[in-house]
């Protein structure tokens, strides 16, 4: 950030701006750096979705980070994303600036009991049950994944009704598919036919395992293998597609309930 003080021709009044030093990017990280060296004090730094930096426009970001953190002896940095295959390039692949820099630990999904425990205080203060059947179906369908089991029970808690059961569970996804509805159709202008029919086979399946045999492509009306290929490369890059240990899946579950409903 960098003050300036200019005087208006007309009016001869002394003005103040703030504005940013166009360049000075990696200098400013420097800066920080080197005062946490100079501190000497032990301390610790966090990084949530570090992933993230590989989309910043500014070059080499990465090797400019890993310069100024290899000679901060006094520092602990925790580099944390929610993206584990692209995690896993950065720090496992020699290419890379990060690459055997660090000690990998995969944290998996809560228990789904002590889930449960946690989730039901909060709806035994509103003077309501949550059901551990209701729960379990939530929990199952996402697969323990906490963002979509939260976004689900935040719509369940507000609606504070007296009775959760099934129905109002599948309410609540209704109510999120609809409000995300034109988003989606905007999301889906930026692919060609083909790319949108893969995807909605993909999701319609949930998961597949082999995508490009013939068994899928017939059962779906897909074209020939090597555009299945084409486009679920562009698909995978974008990071609307990933490849689990089981298979390929949509990144976005509540994207590929919208898509299999469109189907």
């Known amino acids: 950030m ?47 979705e570090f992933q993230q930096i590989a989309n910043y426009p500014e070059k080499n970001i990465e090797a400019l980070l890993r310069s100024h953190i290899q000679d901060l002896h006094n520092v602990h940095f925790i580099f944390s994303g929610s993206q584990a295959h692209m995690l896993e390039e950065m720090f496992l692949s020699p290419k890379r600036p990060f690459y055997q820099s660090t000690s990998e630990k995969t944290i998996g999904t809560i228990a789904v009991n002590a889930y449960f425990d946690f989730a039901s205080n909060f709806f035994k203060k509103q003077s309501r049950e949550l059901p551990h059947d209701v729960f379990c179906k939530v929990y199952q369908q996402y697969e323990g994944h906490t963002w979509y089991i939260q976004m689900i029970l935040n719509r369940i808690y507000a609606k504070k009704t007296r009775s959760i059961d099934f129905e109002l569970v599948h309410e609540c996804i209704s109510d999120i598919l609809t409000e995300n509805e034109y988003y989606y159709q905007h999301l889906l202008k930026a692919y060609s036919k083909g790319q949108t029919k893969l995807l909605k086979a993909i999701a319609k399946e949930k998961i597949v395992k082999e995508i490009t045999s013939g068994s899928f492509i017939s059962k779906y ?21 990933y490849r689990s240990e089981n298979g390929y899946i949509i990144y976005d579950r509540f994207f590929g309930e919208w898509l299999a409903a469109t189907f």
Do not use: M, N
């Open 2 to 48: 960098r003050p300036s003080v200019t005087v208006d021709e007309i009016t001869g009044k002394p003005k103040i701006t703030l504005d940013i030093a166009i360049g000075s990017e990696s200098h400013s990280i420097e800066q920080v750096f080197q005062y946490l060296k100079q501190t000497g004090k032990t301390c610790y730094i966090a990084f949530d």
């Open 221 to 241: 009306g897909l074209t020939a293998t090597s555009s299945v290929k084409g486009s679920l490369s562009r698909l995978i890059d974008d990071e609307v597609i």
